[in-house]
C-alpha cells in the first residue's frame, strides 16, 4: 500500500447545535459542517441555527441540504424544497452547501445533483457520503467533476475511512486539481495519521461523540410518536476534536 507524504490537513467538524458549533470551533475546527438530526445521517438544519452560528463563529460554514433522512432519491417536490433551503442559506451567508442526489440504481442524478449546483452558485459545493453508495466510484467521480462539484466527502465506498484509504486514494488520483477529497467515516485522533498518509488527501471530515447524560424524567413510560419523549442520543466530543487538532497540527 503507497504512502504519502503526511502535511497538515484541514479538520471539518459536523455539528449539530449552537453549542457544539461553539465547541468545535474553540477546539481548533478548520471548517463547520451544519446538519439536523444525525440520528438519521444527517438532514438540513434549521435557518435559525444557521444564522445563529454565522453570527458567531468566524470559520467557513458549510450547510446540509438533505429534505429527510431515508434514501438519497428525491421527487420534484423534495428537490423543490431542496432549492429553497439553498436559497436561505445563501441569503444566511452559507460559505457551502453540502448535498446531492442519487437516482434508484444507485448512481448519481446527474440532472438534479446539476440543478441543485447551480442553485448553490457561488458557493462551494460538497457532494457528501451518498456518493459511497453508487456502484462505481470512478465513474461518478468523473461525473461530479463534469458537473463542478468542489468537494466529495467519502469513505472510499468502505464502512470507515480508514478501511477505505486505499480506494481514496486511488479517486484522489482522478480528481485533479479541479477538486477535492474529504476523507470522512469514523475518523479519530488515533489512526488520522494514517489515514492521511495512505489516502493522500489534506481535508478530514469528523464527528466525535459521547453518550448524553439521561434528563430524571427520561425513564418514564409515555412514548411520542415511536420514541420516548427524551431518548438517549449522543453530542459533540469537544476533546475528541482537541485531540484530532493535536495529531494534526504535528504534521507537516
Do not use: W
Amino acid at each position: 500500500m503507497t504512502s504519502h507524504r503526511v502535511a497538515a490537513a484541514l479538520l471539518e467538524v459536523c455539528v449539530e447545535t449552537l453549542p457544539e458549533a461553539l465547541q468545535a470551533t474553540e477546539a481548533g475546527a478548520g471548517r463547520l459542517e451544519v446538519c439536523a438530526a444525525m440520528s438519521e445521517s444527517g438532514t438540513t438544519p434549521s435557518i435559525g441555527l444557521v444564522e445563529a452560528i454565522l453570527e458567531r463563529v468566524r470559520i467557513p460554514v458549510v450547510v446540509m441540504i438533505r429534505p429527510r433522512g431515508g434514501d438519497f432519491t428525491y421527487d420534484d417536490n423534495d428537490l423543490d424544497v431542496m432549492r429553497r433551503d439553498i436559497s436561505a442559506m445563501k441569503r444566511a451567508g452559507a460559505h457551502g452547501i453540502v448535498s446531492g442526489v442519487l437516482e434508484s440504481t444507485g448512481v448519481i442524478d446527474r440532472d438534479a445533483t446539476k440543478a441543485l449546483i447551480e442553485a448553490a452558485a457561488p458557493l462551494s459545493f460538497t457532494f457528501h457520503r451518498a456518493f459511497d453508495l453508487t456502484p462505481e466510484l470512478e465513474t461518478a467521480l468523473a461525473m461530479l467533476r463534469s458537473l463542478g462539484v468542489h468537494r466529495i466527502l467519502t469513505s472510499g465506498g468502505a464502512s470507515t475511512a480508514l478501511v477505505g484509504a486505499g480506494a481514496i486514494a486511488r479517486l484522489a488520483q482522478q480528481t485533479g486539481d479541479s477538486m477535492s477529497l474529504i476523507a470522512g467515516g469514523g475518523v479519530r485522533a488515533g489512526h488520522v495519521t494514517e489515514l492521511l498518509e495512505v489516502s493522500g488527501v489534506r481535508e478530514v471530515h469528523a464527528r466525535p461523540t459521547k453518550r448524553r447524560a439521561k434528563s430524571a424524567f427520561a425513564t418514564r413510560d409515555i412514548v411520542f410518536g415511536a420514541t420516548i419523549p427524551v431518548p438517549e442520543r449522543s453530542e459533540l466530543d469537544p476533546e475528541g476534536v482537541r485531540a484530532l487538532v493535536r495529531e494534526l497540527g504535528s504534521l507537516g
